[in-house]
């Protein structure tokens, strides 16, 4: 990202989001050796005997925003997917120092700080094209007004044909900031063609992908995208999804700025936590959570 013509850069960035909903950034700012501890966190907390990992569960958990599990949505899936997690919901240095696993803390706080300036720059030049003149206090609380970091695992699966790591789904945020190891396994659906493409690790890189919250925002010029990850019979895969969402608060829908030149908006008003209760309500479908907040004509 680190670029003489920053314009040109900016023009990318916002062409990659209508047309394919993701991209991949290198020369990002974030420090490589941040990238490797985290990574190294992550491997550090799943081979943490059983016993250890149970303390964060749903039931056992000091902390809401502290989530250790098993698949997606246990309840509302036919087949449970192939993963792991560790879902940590950004409120305080002091809730993270005092909740947080010890094996993973530093690191992961130290990851999501380091990309914080990274993600500002992307979100102004996606802004700006909405013909929003500046990220000021109330577009960034809109933007990226509350943070969640998943350490996802994917261990061996003997029969990788029969399930998968990642259900097909698009994210609920504004951006997902992803972190793979080099295993690789990511794949997303061209807005275009419809077909799977797989998104090969770059070392030192992040995977951005569009969220349905700038979707929503954008009213359907940025494009979340459709991907899944599958599973592996060979090879324990690791990735860091930092997730940049709107508070729980806020109320999402068409930028004014967006339609402020008569644009008919496709999406109503609706209050981001109500549509993240619609998305944990069931199971990974594709893209049809955005269908919750559009105008039904």
């Not at 990659?16 to 501890?37: C, S, T, Y």
């Not at 706080?109 to 996606?126: A, P």
């Not at 000021?136 to 943070?147: A, P, R, Y």
């Not at 990642?166 to 061209?190: A, E, K, M, N």
Request: aromatic content about 10%; glycine content about 6%.
């Amino acid at each position: 990202m680190s670029s003489p013509d920053e314009d040109k850069l900016a023009e990318a960035v916002c062409d990659a989001a209508e047309r394919w909903g993701f991209f991949q950034v290198i020369n990002h700012g974030v420090p490589l050796d941040v990238l490797d501890n985290v990574k190294a966190a992550t491997h550090r907390f799943f081979n943490l005997p059983v016993e250890e990992k149970s303390k964060f569960t749903k039931e056992n958990s000091l902390s809401r925003n502290v989530r250790f599990g098993t698949s997606f949505s246990p309840r509302a899936e036919k087949a449970l997917e192939w993963k792991d997690y560790l879902s940590l919901f950004f409120v305080s240095e002091d809730e993270a120092e005092q909740y947080w696993p010890n094996v993973c803390k530093n690191e992961t706080l130290e990851y999501m700080n380091k990309s914080k300036t990274m993600v500002r720059k992307l979100l102004e030049y996606l802004a700006k094209n909405l013909n929003v003149k500046e990220l000021d206090e109330t577009k960034e609380s809109l933007f990226m007004g509350s943070i969640r970091i998943n350490l996802n695992y994917y261990p061996i699966c003997p029969n990788p044909d029969l399930t998968v790591g990642v259900g097909r789904h698009s994210d609920v945020s504004s951006l997902t900031i992803l972190l793979q190891d080099q295993i690789g396994g990511l794949h997303v659906r061209s807005l275009t063609s419809g077909n799977w493409v797989h998104v090969p690790p770059v070392p030192g890189s992040f995977v951005v992908n569009i969220g349905d919250a700038m979707q929503i925002l954008s009213n359907g010029r940025y494009k979340s995208v459709e991907h899944r990850v599958l599973a592996n019979g060979s090879n324990n895969r690791i990735s860091v999804p930092i997730f940049v969402n709107p508070k729980p608060e806020s109320v999402i829908g068409p930028l004014p700025e967006v339609v402020a030149n008569g644009e008919e908006p496709v999406y109503r008003d609706v209050v981001y936590s109500d549509y993240v209760r619609y998305f944990f309500r069931k199971a990974h479908d594709g893209k049809k959570t955005v269908d919750f907040a559009k105008i039904r004509s």
